[in-house]
């Protein structure tokens, strides 16, 4: 870890910027991540990762096995740019992959096993697991999961909007885990690499001034 160059980087942002992401990153956590199937409305994509950085969940996990569409912008209102998002192009190789990262996988749909969000188990490192409007989760998805998540419901609907469902689970996980003694926080390396780079999504000529100081 190059820290001198990031200690120069860091002189190009402004103290209130600065202070900013000291703050945000203290929040981020990779204890938990999200992860969205083939969902059709690009809008609640966005909006999901919208919620993520909003209850500081660093990585993202996008399944475009049917469907692929850019990140919607302006509903994401620039989370996008602060939140990993890792795309895959099969619900196999995502779940894959999570699971060789440390994942349990949770499938958030009613089950004849499931777990109400009240009684969820924190401790464990989680990808929550969203699908489609319609359909809601693969078959494939549905054999992966180690958990099966609800929200109580009392009402005439029967189901919540992808994004407002993640919304409610990410803010009763994070705040239920912060209350835990659990090391949920970036670790030293991850929390450089963000500040990288933030750093290069923030300066402008960041590849000129980097070239410039290593030059020196």
């Given at each position: ?37 083939d ?49 895959y ?55 992966a ?62 590849e ?9």
């Amino acid at each position: 870890m190059n820290t001198a160059l990031l200690e120069h980087l860091e002189s190009y942002l402004t103290p209130s910027r600065q202070e900013k992401f000291k703050r945000v990153l203290a929040q981020r956590t990779m204890h938990f991540t999200v992860a969205t199937e083939d969902v059709y409305q690009l809008h609640n994509t966005s909006a999901v990762i919208r919620s993520c950085d909003v209850f500081g969940i660093q990585e993202v996990s996008i399944v475009e096995e049917q469907n692929t569409k850019r990140i919607d912008r302006e509903i994401a209102m620039g989370a996008q740019k602060w939140v990993d998002l890792n795309r895959y192009n099969s619900v196999k190789s995502c779940i894959t992959d999570l699971k060789v990262k440390g994942y349990q996988i949770v499938a958030t749909t009613p089950h004849t096993n499931d777990c109400d969000l009240e009684d969820f188990d924190v401790s464990k490192k989680s990808c929550f697991f969203f699908g489609r409007e319609t359909e809601g989760l693969s078959q494939e998805v549905l054999n992966a999961a180690d958990v099966f998540l609800k929200i109580p419901m009392v009402g005439f609907t029967e189901s919540l909007n992808i994004s407002v469902s993640a919304a409610i689970i990410l803010q009763h996980v994070t705040s239920k885990l912060k209350q835990t003694d659990i090391n949920w926080q970036l670790t030293a390396p991850q929390l450089f690499d963000k500040r990288l780079d933030w750093c290069k999504k923030t300066i402008k000529s960041f590849e000129a001034i980097v070239e410039r100081f290593l030059n020196e």
